[in-house]
Every structure is written in structure tokens, then in C-alpha cells.
């Protein structure tokens, strides 16, 4: 069994920041690449941003410069800094993570979080 929990979330004025944290726990061999999705009202989820592994980072354009990426494999935590916020950021945003759960899988399983509450007013 594998939980992924964010935090951080809330309320927050334009230009604002926010960081967000996710943190798995359960039954763990390894986590291979970690995301941060959201989905705003009425719209599709989306990839926000994306790191690997091996710390290759990946953002989405609408944040790309704004948003930051990164994770703590001995905590298995990944994080999100968001600085200068829009109101168009205002999203539920939601964690991911790729895992393999046990030493000889083949397979690795997408995991997602309950997702966090990101408001920011204009």
C-alpha cells in the first residue's frame, strides 16, 4: 500500500508564493519520476511540472520560470515552490509519483494524491 499526502496549499494575493509538499509512505522499493498535476474547474487535468530520478526537471509553459521542481529522495518528498502566483494558477493541484513497490518488479504504478487547494486572488 502506497499514500501520497500533500500539504501547503491556501490562499494566497497575485505575486504571492506558495510551496507545496508531498510526502509517500507504505511499502516502497523505489520512486521513479515524481509530478505536480492540477485541475482547475470545468478543465482537464495537467502536468505542471515533472522531475525524474536523476533530477531532470520538466514545466509546463505557463509556469516555466515561476515555479520550481524539486525532491528528497531520503524523505520521499517532492516539492513546489510557486513564486510570482496568477489567478490563473488557482487549481486543485495534485501530486504523483511513479513507484515500484518491491525489488524485482517489472512494473512501476502511478500513485496520486488527494490533492491541495491553491486559490490565488487578483
Known amino acids: 500500500q502506497v499514500q501520497l499526502v500533500e500539504s501547503g496549499g491556501g490562499l494566497v494575493q497575485a505575486g504571492g508564493s506558495l510551496r507545496l509538499s508531498c510526502a509517500a509512505s507504505?511499502?516502497?522499493?523505489?520512486?521513479?519520476?515524481m509530478a505536480w498535476y492540477r485541475q482547475a474547474p470545468g478543465k482537464q487535468r495537467e502536468l505542471v511540472a515533472g522531475?525524474?530520478?536523476?533530477?531532470?526537471?520538466n514545466y509546463a509553459d505557463s509556469v516555466k520560470g515561476r515555479f520550481t521542481i524539486s525532491r528528497d529522495n531520503a524523505k520521499n518528498t517532492v516539492y513546489l515552490q510557486m513564486n510570482s502566483l496568477k489567478p490563473e494558477d488557482t487549481a486543485v493541484y495534485y501530486c504523483?509519483?511513479?513507484?515500484?513497490?518491491?525489488?524485482?518488479?517489472?512494473?512501476?504504478?502511478?500513485?496520486w494524491g488527494q490533492g491541495t487547494q491553491v486559490t490565488v486572488s487578483s
Open positions: 504523483n509519483a511513479n513507484i515500484k513497490q518491491f525489488m524485482h518488479s517489472t512494473v512501476a504504478y502511478d500513485y
Open positions: 522531475i525524474t530520478s536523476s533530477v531532470t526537471t
Open positions: 507504505g511499502t516502497i522499493f523505489t520512486i521513479d519520476a
